[in-house]
């Protein structure tokens, strides 16, 4: 599967994004998507994943309840709507897809293939 994400864009404080993630090639229902972000400087994090379904989905703490992941399998889309943006939330962000599923996993290593980012600068 090839992934590309978009949607990023310079934002102020308190504003809002959404990332959508568009899958290529078949059975995207097979894969639970991740997203994570890289600020310049600083490793890869995680930030939130959701199921094959769209059933299940968690958070890293720092985005919980400001981050939304969502899915539409028959768009081959995942959406990462980010609500009351934060300067700290400044980053390149990916989407990742993985062929297993450990609810709570934070680590990227499950994750086979990657999209190519897309930048959020949230400015004060």
């Known amino acids: 599967v090839q992934l590309q994400a978009s949607g990023g864009g310079a934002v102020q404080a308190g504003g809002f994004l959404r990332l959508p993630c568009v899958a290529s090639?078949?059975?995207?229902?097979?894969?639970?998507i991740g997203w994570f972000r890289q600020a310049q400087g600083r490793e890869r994090e995680f930030v939130a994943a959701?199921?094959?379904?769209?059933?299940?989905?968690y958070y890293t703490d720092s985005v919980k309840g400001r981050f939304y992941v969502s899915r539409d399998n028959s768009k081959n889309t995942v959406y990462l709507q980010m609500n009351n943006l934060r300067p700290e939330d400044t980053a390149v962000y990916y989407c990742?897809?993985?062929?297993?599923?450990?609810?709570?996993?934070?680590?990227?290593?499950?994750?086979?293939?990657w999209g190519q980012g897309t930048q959020v600068s949230v400015s004060s």
């Open positions: 959701i199921t094959y379904s769209g059933a299940g989905s």
């Open positions: 090639g078949r059975s995207f229902s097979s894969y639970a």
């Open positions: 990742a897809a993985r062929t297993d599923w450990y609810a709570g996993s934070q680590s990227s290593t499950p994750y086979r293939y």
